[in-house]
């Protein structure tokens, strides 16, 4: 073994190191080490000194210390974070785990006997047992396994948030968490795992992170071995990846080979290097847990790796340094944690489900599933409000909605030990077969506070309250525009704001939708994004049509506080063409979706959404004109609507709400070429609001705004 001293430059340079790594990756735990220590020059002097204390403990003791009576017994959680896909995965599987993790750690493995001789004689009893935890946080029972819908299973990482959704204690429990998929880390390509190393990191953060198709040997991992879970642990008591994470590097570890890379794959021993230091008789120990290998590949831990794994949980023998994760399998934690309970207590279930769809057509059909969990179930009822079967006691049933409206959703469930309630408020959303403006086309520029409320939906999909609102103040076109507080955000928030349902199917084509921007970003690397979704059957689907990233959605550039739009001119319009099988349906819906980049971010405003026939609007035909109305702000006097008519022509003037809405037909008919004024009273905009004045003529169209208020 070669010592290897580290200081915080050598850290720092293993760091740039890793850019130098192959795009092929299962485990980004040495990179999120290095993040994590860049962040915070307390805690990477901290990890200095465990990492000396370490070297100096091997030193002194390069074996690993003799058995005590009994396994060091560690209780576990298993935070399972999931989005309504096969990424929450069964409790069986999660047991599957388990078994895996304990076999490894005890050297019980059936497949311990394909480890070749030259290494049998260190192959380690790792003396560590893993038990599900029998009792919570606060004392209550717990079968160790934790559901939690959220978005921030896609694409997990420590900056994403993943971890926030749910935490227990690392000094009482470990932490693993089961996600869809993991973020790009430092550019690794596909990640099946990390961890947390001792000291490595937050408090809250500690813990290992692992797809869900990669947890155990059966379900969503059927075809796999389970090993990413027992490299993961093993990095989060202490070890190094094989190679030292460096060409020909080291491990710390006195009695594992010198590798000159990860290895990928299955091989036949022996495997030779070209280090100069490298094993030129016994070559690489590739079966070794800490390798990249294949999981079928691997069968064993060193008594060295022990030895380490020894000074994380026990610390030195002379007791001066406690170590760091000796209070997990102490007496008093394993009772705390009632992983000592033989048989484990049964407990009461906690109730928990989801659907399908949860935006549908009236008459349409919706699927709920049981997620329940804690314990078994001995009965259920469901209540479906506004369903036209209202009560139900399947696991899953099939729910028709035939009422458009907001509807509660209900389950209860119970067994021996207890029942449990979960209601969602406005879960199903029934969406008329009938559109909800059906006007020539369509203006938001969100003044009417009672048609948002009514008419739009806003879904938080990971509860971060980071919603679409509206705001006053900050708009590309009179007083108001939708919102999202993205400053100081956690990457990976997503967040909707949907529309109300148009019939576009009136509308001569080509239609487009327009929409108006501000953004900002708080730093350089700004990975927001927004995409702009149509559906035609109710937001039962969503089709992509458009998709803004990054620093084109900064269009004001570098703001260092939360960002607010000085003025108009900081706003950008956008244009998206619709597809002809979307202008013919007579109930479309339109989703913005955007995507919290976390670093980097800042706040985002939409405003000015318009959809309509591309030549609705004209302005060659409002400079040609000279269209004006006045006076405007309009009090109570009469409006007059002043243009020139280039040549004799028919005329149509007409009075549009904010919705798009035709209030009144001023005029129609022939006008004569010339100069021209048409008077409109007070009383034909209605109330005080902000209105349009639209002028067509040979197949052209204007606009004027005209805000009306009382003087």
């Known amino acids: 073994m070669r010592k290897i001293t580290f200081t915080l430059a050598a850290l720092a340079l293993a760091f740039l190191a890793q850019a130098q790594e192959p795009a092929q990756n299962k485990c980004a735990a040495d990179e999120v080490l290095h993040k994590e220590l860049a962040k915070s020059p307390t805690l990477a002097a901290q990890h200095v000194q465990f990492m000396d204390d370490l070297q100096s403990y091997l030193a002194a003791h390069p074996q690993a210390k003799s058995e005590k009576a009994g396994p060091r017994i560690i209780p576990v959680v298993f935070h399972i974070l999931y989005a309504g896909g096969s990424e929450n995965i069964t409790k069986a599987q999660v047991l599957d785990q388990v078994a895996i993790m304990n076999e490894d750690f005890r050297r019980l493995n059936a497949d311990a006997a394909n480890t070749p001789a030259a290494f049998d004689s260190v192959a380690a009893d790792c003396n560590i047992e893993f038990v599900l935890a029998n009792l919570d946080p606060e004392g209550k029972c717990t079968d160790g396994i934790t559901r939690t819908y959220s978005t921030r299973t896609l694409s997990a990482s420590n900056q994403n948030g993943a971890k926030s959704v749910i935490y227990w204690n690392r000094d009482n429990y470990l932490n693993v968490w089961v996600v869809k998929s993991i973020g790009n880390i430092s550019n690794l390509g596909l990640v099946l795992g990390y961890a947390q190393f001792p000291l490595g990191g937050l408090t809250a953060t500690d813990g290992i992170v692992i ?96 030895a380490i794994m020894d000074f994380v949980l026990e610390g030195p023998e002379s007791g001066v340094v406690q170590g760091f994760r000796e209070n997990l399998w102490s007496p008093e934690n394993l009772a705390n944690t009632g992983v000592v309970n033989d048989p484990p207590i049964a407990c009461e279930p906690k109730a928990d489900f989801f659907a399908n769809r949860v935006m549908l057509c009236e008459g349409t059909s919706v699927t709920f599933t049981d997620n329940s969990y804690n314990g078994t179930i001995s009965s259920r009822n469901w209540t479906f409000e506004g369903a036209n079967t209202g009560t139900s006691t399947a696991a899953n049933p099939t729910i028709t909605y035939s009422t458009p409206g907001k509807f509660d959703v209900t389950l209860d469930v119970t067994n021996p030990q207890g029942t449990s309630t979960k209601t969602i408020n406005d879960y199903i959303i029934v969406s008329s077969n009938t559109a909800d403006d059906n006007n020539w086309g369509y203006f938001e520029s969100f003044e009417n506070e009672q048609w948002f409320n009514d008419k739009w939906f806003v879904f938080d999909q990971d509860n971060s309250g980071r919603k679409w609102q509206r705001i006053i103040g900050a708009a590309a076109d009179m007083f108001h525009s939708a919102y999202i507080n993205n400053y100081g955000n956690l990457q990976g928030s997503v967040e909707d704001l949907i529309t109300p349902s148009y019939n576009i199917s009136n509308l001569q084509t080509p239609v487009n939708l327009k929409f108006s921007y501000s953004g900002a970003a708080s730093d350089t690397g700004n990975t927001d ?31 260092t506080g939360a960002y607010l739009p000085p003025n108009v001119n900081f706003w950008t319009e956008k244009t998206i063409s619709l597809p002809n099988n979307v202008t013919s349906q007579d109930n479309v819906r339109f989703k913005f979706e955007f995507t919290s980049g976390g670093y980097g971010s800042n706040n985002f405003y939409l405003d000015k959404i318009n959809i309509a026939n591309t030549t609705a609007v004209d302005e060659n035909l409002d400079n040609t004109i000279g269209l004006s109305v006045f006076p405007n702000p309009l009090g109570n006097t009469i409006a007059t609507l002043s243009f020139h008519m280039p040549k004799n022509d028919k005329v149509s003037v007409d009075v549009i709400d904010v919705l798009g809405r035709t209030v009144a037909n001023v005029f129609n008919g022939d006008m004569l070429a010339g100069q021209q004024n048409i008077t409109i009273p007070r009383e034909t905009f209605g109330a005080d609001g902000v209105y349009f004045v639209r002028f067509s003529t040979d197949g052209k169209q204007a606009m004027k705004k005209v805000i009306v208020a009382k003087q």
């Open 211 to 306: 797809r869900s198709d990669y947890i155990g040997s059966i379900g969503s991992s059927a075809g796999n071995v389970g090993r990413t879970a027992t490299h993961e642990i093993g990095h989060w008591l202490g070890l190094r990846h094989i190679w030292g994470d460096e060409d020909c590097g080291s491990d710390l570890v006195f009695d594992t080979p010198v590798h000159k890379e990860a290895n990928f794959g299955c091989f036949t021993y022996p495997k030779f290097n070209t280090c100069a230091d490298g094993d030129t008789l016994r070559g690489e120990m590739f079966m070794n847990y800490m390798d990249y290998s294949n999981d079928e590949c691997m069968n064993m831990f060193s008594k060295g790796q022990k």
């Open 529 to 559: 994004v927004l995409k702009v979704y149509y559906s035609t059957n109710c937001g039962q689907t969503w089709t992509v049509r458009a998709t803004y990233t990054g620093p084109e959605l900064a269009n004001a550039g570098l703001y």
